[in-house]
C-alpha cells in the first residue's frame, strides 16, 4: 500500500470549488485509480495555522500510519502557513509572528520523519491583494505570504522536499485563478494540482 497524508488548510481541504474537490481531490482521484490498495487522506481544516495544525498533526499521523506489509509506503504533506501570515486588525500583526512559524514548521518536519522518511512541504499561494487588504476583519498581502513562504523552503533544507507553489504561480495570470482573492477556483486548483504531480516521485 502506498499512503499519502495531506495536512493543511482550507486551501488543502478545496475550500472555493464546487463540491470541494481542490488539488488535493485531484490527486487523490489519479493516486487511487492506480492502485486499489493506494489512498489518500485529505485532513486540511479550514482556518488551520501552523499552531493548530501542530496541536492534531501526531494524533492524526499515528491513526493513519500503520505499515502492515514490508512495502508499504507513505508520504506526509504538509500545506499550512497563508493563515499564519494573515495581519489580524493591520497587516503586519500576524498572527503567527515569524520565528514562531518557523519553530512550528520545524517540529512538524521533526514529527512527520519520525513517521515517514518522505514529508513534503508546500509552498503558499499568492492572493488578489485589491480583495484580500482587507478580507473580513484580516490582511493578506503578497509581500508577507512570500515571506512565510521563505520560511518554509528555508526550514526544509536537507529535511524535506519543498515544493514552491508561489514562485511558480505568482509568474501566471494568478488572479484569475482565485475564487474569491485567497482560494482558488476550479482553474486554480487543477493548476496546483498539476504542479505537485509533476513534481511527486511515486
Not at 21 to 41: H, I, T, V
Request: glycine share 6%; charged share 25%.
Amino acid at each position: 500500500m502506498y499512503g499519502i497524508l495531506v495536512l493543511g488548510d482550507s486551501i488543502s481541504y478545496g475550500r472555493g470549488e464546487f463540491l470541494n474537490l481542490g488539488w488535493a481531490g485531484r490527486l487523490k482521484k489519479d493516486f487511487e485509480s492506480k492502485d486499489p490498495y493506494n489512498c489518500l487522506f485529505n485532513l486540511g481544516i479550514p482556518g488551520d495555522t501552523s499552531t493548530t495544525l501542530l496541536n492534531r498533526f501526531e494524533i492524526e499521523i499515528s491513526s493513519r500510519i500503520r505499515p502492515i506489509y514490508p512495502g508499504d509506503k507513505f508520504i506526509i504533506m504538509i500545506a499550512v502557513g497563508v493563515n499564519d501570515s494573515r495581519g489580524i486588525n493591520s497587516p503586519t500583526n500576524n498572527q503567527t509572528k515569524k520565528e514562531e512559524f518557523k519553530k512550528n514548521i520545524t517540529e512538524l518536519i521533526k514529527i512527520a520523519k519520525e513517521y515517514t522518511k518522505n514529508v513534503i512541504i508546500l509552498g503558499l499561494t499568492p492572493v488578489d491583494e485589491t480583495i484580500t487588504n482587507p478580507f473580513e476583519d484580516t490582511y493578506f498581502l503578497n509581500d508577507i505570504i512570500h515571506e512565510y513562504n521563505k520560511i518554509l523552503e528555508e526550514s526544509t533544507k536537507n529535511k524535506a522536499v519543498f515544493i514552491d507553489l508561489f514562485d511558480e504561480l505568482i509568474k501566471l495570470d494568478y488572479k484569475e485563478l482565485l475564487a474569491d482573492g485567497l482560494h482558488p477556483n476550479k482553474e486554480g486548483y487543477e493548476k496546483i494540482y498539476q504542479i505537485i504531480k509533476n513534481s511527486l516521485v511515486l
